[in-house]
């Protein structure tokens, strides 16, 4: 599957522990967005990021989240301390260039926290 | 930051109707795309848009750029069941962002 994969696909966590979500872009891609939808609504953008690089965090939360893409291997977005708000989908996006057309998206994860 | 504002929020149509959806903002964008999102998927891209004033169609679909750059449609004609979903409109400037949605039902 040469698309966007992201896991896992449904997480639920406890109030207080950590939610970690990954995803791998596209082949060839080094752009990687990180979307957030609650229900019944739309997509929220949280962060932007090229290999090694925090481009664009302007839609994450100063606390508890964190994301990374290292030189090698996935993109992962890091929730510690999970509150039952953060209970959402979470899309990864990935392109070949900086916002250059049509972002390809993964099937999403799903955290439940209870 | 730039806010597009998509409407209808909802709508409920008999299979075999047209489906018009438009997004507007108070911001100029050098892309507009739409996205349809299926219960439980993510969004898969229908149509993208790069110039002011460009009208493209992909089958039943047709959108639109507005020459304005601030705004974009979307129809949809003669609708069938499987165009049940949620439908994004996408501004892409300096970055991307998302409308709210148009939630689509359709009813046989």
């Known amino acids: 599957n040469a698309g966007v994969m992201q896991n896992p696909r449904h997480l639920v966590r406890r109030r207080g522990q950590e939610a970690r979500l990954r995803c791998s872009p596209m082949k060839g891609h080094s752009h990687v967005y990180w979307y957030r939808q609650l229900p019944e609504e739309g997509l929220k953008f949280m962060v932007y990021?090229?290999?090694?690089?925090?481009?664009?965090e302007s839609g994450m939360p100063k606390e508890r989240f964190s994301a990374e893409f290292p030189k090698e291997g996935p993109s992962i977005l890091r929730i510690q301390q999970v509150v039952r708000g953060d209970s959402a989908a979470y899309f990864c996006?990935?392109?070949?260039?900086?916002?250059?057309?049509?972002?390809?998206f993964g099937e999403g994860s799903r955290l439940t926290v209870l | 930051g730039q806010q597009l504002n998509q409407s209808p929020q909802s709508m409920f149509i008999q299979e075999g109707e047209d489906v018009s959806m438009n997004c507007t903002s108070s911001s100029i964008f050098n892309t507009w795309l739409w996205y349809k999102q299926d219960p439980g998927e993510g969004p898969v891209l229908l149509i993208a848009?790069?110039?002011?004033?460009e009208l493209t169609s992909n089958g039943r679909l047709t959108a639109q750029f507005g020459i304005t750059r601030k705004d974009s449609f979307l129809n949809i004609s003669a609708s069938i069941p499987s165009d049940v979903g949620i439908y994004f409109c996408a501004g892409q400037r300096n970055d991307m962002r998302f409308g709210a949605g148009t939630r689509l039902t359709v009813k046989p």
């Open positions: 848009l790069y110039k002011a004033g």
């Open positions: 990021l090229q290999k090694e690089n925090i481009i664009d």
């Open positions: 996006a990935s392109s070949p260039g900086r916002y250059t057309g049509e972002l390809f």
